[in-house]
C-alpha cells in the first residue's frame, strides 16, 4: 500500500532558527496536505498543494510540493515558541478513486529558548 | 457551527469492558472517520464511512465496530476493551474522502484500559 515517510522524527531548534520537515511518498500523489498538532491538542488542517512544483506560504510558513509529485516540505523561518508542535504531511495517491489520505509519522518541533 | 464533537474526552476502562465513542459533525459532510493515535505511531486509520449506511475498514480495525446511521453521527464501539487499546482516539471528517478542503478533526478521546 501507499506508504508516506516523514524526516525527522523530531528537531529541536534554538528559537530564531528555521525548521524544515521532509515529507516523500512511495507514489506519486494527487495532492497533499499538512497539518499541525500542538501538545495535547488536535491536528488542524494548515494547507493543500495540488499542482507539480507549487509553492504556498503562510506568513513565516513555506509549503513546496515536488516536481513529480512524491515529496513535499514545509519550511518555517524564524520560528517562535507558538510553533511548538508535530506536523504531519497526509497524500492521497494519483488516479486513488476512492482512497482517502495516508499521514505521514509527524516532525516533532521542540523550541529551546 | 461546532464542528466535529468527541464524547467523552477522557475515560479510563477495566479490561474487557465495552463502550462507545461518540462523534458529531454539524458541517454536512459525507466523509467521517476514526484514527488512534500513539507516540511514534502517527494517526492509524481505524474504520472510515463515505456516507450513511456505507462502512468501511482502514489499517487498524480489529477490536473496533462502527456504524453509520445518519450523516451527522459516527461513533466507534470497543467490543471487549484490551489494555492495548489506551490510545487517543481522534474522529475527522471531510465534505468527501479525498478532503478538498482539509480533514475536520475532533478534540479526541484519551482512553485508558486498565
Known amino acids: 500500500g501507499q506508504q508516506v515517510m516523514q524526516i525527522p522524527q523530531y528537531q529541536h531548534v534554538q528559537e530564531g532558527e528555521d525548521f524544515t520537515t521532509y515529507c516523500n511518498s512511495s507514489?506519486?500523489?494527487?495532492?497533499i496536505q499538512w497539518y499541525k498538532q500542538r501538545p495535547g491538542g488536535h491536528p488542524v488542517f494548515l494547507i493543500q498543494?495540488?499542482?507539480?512544483?507549487e509553492v504556498k506560504k503562510q506568513k513565516r510558513l513555506t509549503f513546496q510540493f515536488g516536481e513529480a509529485k512524491k515529496n513535499s516540505s514545509l519550511h518555517i523561518t524564524a520560528t517562535q515558541t507558538t510553533d511548538v508542535g508535530t506536523y504531519f504531511c497526509?497524500?492521497?495517491?494519483?488516479?486513488?478513486?476512492?482512497?482517502?489520505?495516508?499521514f505521514g509519522k509527524g516532525t516533532h518541533l521542540i523550541i529551546q529558548p | 457551527n461546532a464542528g466535529v464533537t468527541q464524547t467523552p474526552k477522557f475515560q479510563v476502562l477495566k479490561t474487557g469492558q465495552s463502550m462507545t465513542l461518540q462523534c458529531a459533525q454539524d458541517?454536512?459532510?459525507?466523509?467521517m472517520s476514526w484514527y488512534r493515535q500513539d507516540p511514534g505511531m502517527g494517526l492509524r486509520l481505524i474504520h472510515y464511512?463515505?456516507?450513511?449506511?456505507?462502512?468501511d475498514q482502514g489499517e487498524v480495525p480489529n477490536g473496533y465496530n462502527v456504524s453509520r446511521s445518519t450523516t451527522e453521527d459516527f461513533p466507534l464501539r470497543l467490543l471487549s476493551a484490551a489494555p492495548s487499546q489506551t490510545s487517543v482516539y481522534f474522529c475527522?471528517?471531510?465534505?468527501?474522502?479525498?478532503?478538498?478542503?482539509?480533514?475536520?478533526f475532533g478534540s479526541g478521546t484519551r482512553l485508558t484500559v486498565v
Open positions: 497526509a497524500g492521497r495517491r494519483s488516479g486513488g478513486g476512492a482512497d482517502g489520505l495516508t
Open positions: 498543494l495540488v499542482k507539480s512544483g
Open positions: 507514489t506519486t500523489l494527487s495532492n
Open positions: 464511512s463515505v456516507g450513511a449506511g456505507i462502512t
Open positions: 475527522a471528517s471531510s465534505y468527501d474522502i479525498r478532503g478538498v478542503n482539509g480533514y475536520t
Open positions: 458541517m454536512n459532510h459525507e466523509y
